[in-house]
Nanobody, 116 residues
Framework: QVQLVESGGGLVQPGGSLRLSCVASGFPFSTYGMAWYRQAPGKERELVATITSGGYYTNYADSVKGRFTISRENAKKTVYLQMNSLKPEDTAGYSC?????????WGQGTQVTVSS
C-alpha cells in the first residue's frame, strides 16, 4: 500500500528553523523524484522544492530559495525539508509527494505555523 507520512511541523517564531521529514512506502522510492508542497488556508497548493531520484539535482520556488533545503536518504525512503529563516508567509500545511505528474495519494501533511 502506497503511503506518505510527514512529520516535523510545529509552531516557530519568525527567523526560526524546522526540519520536516516524509517517509514513503509502497513504491520504489529510489527511482522517483520527490517534492515538497505547501498549501495555506484559502490558497492553492504550491510546489516548494523538488529533488531528483539520486538526490543530485534540486529546485526551489523563488519564495524559499536560499532558505529551504531539500534532501533525501533512499536507504530510509525518506525525504527532508530543512527550513531556515522562516517567515510568517511560510505558514501552511506541508506535504510531500512524487515529483511531476505521477503522484500518489497524499498523506496527512504536517502543519507549519510561523508566528511571534
Amino acid at each position: 500500500q502506497v503511503q506518505l507520512v510527514e512529520s516535523g511541523g510545529g509552531l516557530v517564531q519568525p527567523g526560526g528553523s524546522l526540519r520536516l521529514s516524509c517517509v514513503a512506502s509502497g513504491f520504489p522510492f529510489s527511482t522517483y523524484g520527490m517534492a515538497w508542497y505547501r498549501q495555506a488556508p484559502g490558497k492553492e497548493r504550491e510546489l516548494v522544492a523538488t529533488i531528483t531520484s539520486g538526490g543530485y539535482y534540486t529546485n526551489y520556488a523563488d519564495s524559499v530559495k536560499g532558505r529551504f533545503t531539500i534532501s533525501r536518504e533512499n536507504a530510509k525512503k525518506t525525504v527532508y525539508l530543512q527550513m531556515n529563516s522562516l517567515k510568517p508567509e511560510d505558514t501552511a500545511g506541508y506535504s510531500c509527494n512524487r515529483a511531476g505528474a505521477e503522484r500518489v495519494p497524499w498523506g496527512q501533511g504536517t502543519q507549519v505555523t510561523v508566528s511571534s
